[in-house]
């Protein structure tokens, strides 16, 4: 049975915060300047003020989780290719991300 309510409320700890926040601005500043994704990037502005409030928890939207989630997953995939072709240094620096991305998913929005 599908639930009918969906809490949207995260309890980051300061490491989840610190790589969300990092993730936040990469994804704005790759996507800032074109129009057509103008709703990624006021999305990913608006997580990243919630994150930088300071508050314990944050509150998305589901829109905002929805686009997050998407774009995490996306570069857990994107990184997985990557560390397939990349030799031994890269391929060191690739797993540590690959890891904190999917520690994220797996404590925060998988379930």
Do not use: P
């Amino acid at each position: 049975m599908k639930k009918l309510f969906t809490n949207y409320n995260f309890d980051f700890d300061k490491n989840d915060k610190r790589i969300l926040t990092s993730f936040c601005k990469q994804v704005i500043k790759q996507l800032g300047g074109e129009e057509k994704y103008f709703m990624e990037t006021r999305a990913f502005s608006s997580i990243l003020d919630k994150l930088n409030n300071n508050s314990e928890t944050v509150k998305l939207t589901k829109d905002e989780r929805t686009r997050l989630v998407n774009q995490l997953e996306e570069n857990v995939k994107y990184l997985d290719k990557k560390i397939a072709k990349s030799w031994i240094f890269k391929k060191w620096l690739y797993k540590s991300l690959h890891s904190q991305y999917e520690n994220l998913l797996e404590k925060h929005f998988k379930g």
